[in-house]
């Protein structure tokens, strides 16, 4: 699997951009780039996930760069029911669907 | 409401003994997964299945054990074997393994081996 790396943390002020980056530069041309969240003590939720091209649904929008090394995950405006462990994650084409999490980045969304 | 349950939410338990954690979802998927999180780190895959009948073992599979005899199921039982059992355990689904399609998570057990 292609590793990923995220930052630890992160602050967003409530009702601005917040913009969540994740390096994935030993992904290969068939692997997906997938984002889930998770709120404190619950099950991981599907964000969004895209294959080369940006991506955008009624939560989020997906930006991955062109060479497809890195992404950034945006909320365009953060509540504070955005406060959650974010998890960027490559997935392996053809090995069934798992996924693997890594440590992820703790976004809190701040009044 | 279609979904996945996971029963109960927390559970407690005496050393040495086995327990099973229940997991059913009614999404007609065909992949199930257990995945185990321990406090302030990530998901690892346990087991996970992709048809009836069928499972197979994740990175962290010793001292655990599953079932998938329904499509709707997927228990998961902490046996005596595993050395550190007090986690927070996820059960997941997917509509059809090898495809690009997202896991649905369940709400978790919260399992203290005391």
């Known amino acids: 699997d292609a590793k990923t790396t995220q930052p630890p943390s992160m602050d967003c002020a409530e009702g601005r951009a917040a913009n969540l980056p994740c390096n994935h530069s030993?992904?290969?041309?068939?692997?997906?780039v997938y984002w889930y969240r998770q709120i404190h003590s619950q099950g991981p939720q599907y964000i969004i996930h895209?294959?080369?091209n940006n991506e955008t649904n009624e939560m989020a929008s997906l930006i991955i760069t062109e060479d497809r090394k890195s992404s950034t995950l945006i909320l365009p405006h953060a509540t504070l029911r955005d406060t959650a462990v974010y998890y960027c994650?490559?997935?392996?084409?053809?090995?069934?669907?798992?996924?693997?999490f890594g440590g992820g980045t703790r976004l809190m969304v701040k009044p | 409401d279609g979904g996945i349950t996971q029963s109960p939410k927390y559970l407690f338990r005496k050393e040495g003994q086995n327990v099973t954690l229940s997991c059913e979802q009614n999404?007609?998927?065909?992949?199930m997964y257990w995945y185990r999180q321990d406090p302030g780190q990530g998901l690892r895959l346990i087991y996970y299945?992709?048809?009836?009948?069928?499972?197979q073992k994740g990175d962290i599979a010793e001292g655990y054990s599953v079932s998938r005899e329904k499509k709707e199921s997927f228990p998961l039982t902490v046996t005596s074997a595993q050395k550190n059992p007090t986690a927070f355990y996820l059960c997941?689904?997917?509509?059809?393994?090898?495809?690009?399609?997202?896991?649905?998570f369940g709400p978790g057990t919260r399992l203290t081996v005391l």
């Open positions: 895209g294959l080369k």
């Open positions: 299945s992709q048809i009836v009948n069928d499972f």
């Open positions: 030993t992904i290969s041309g068939n692997e997906y």
């Open positions: 997941a689904s997917s509509m059809r393994a090898g495809v690009r399609h997202e896991q649905f």
């Open positions: 999404l007609n998927h065909d992949a």
């Open positions: 994650i490559v997935r392996v084409a053809g090995a069934g669907n798992m996924l693997t």
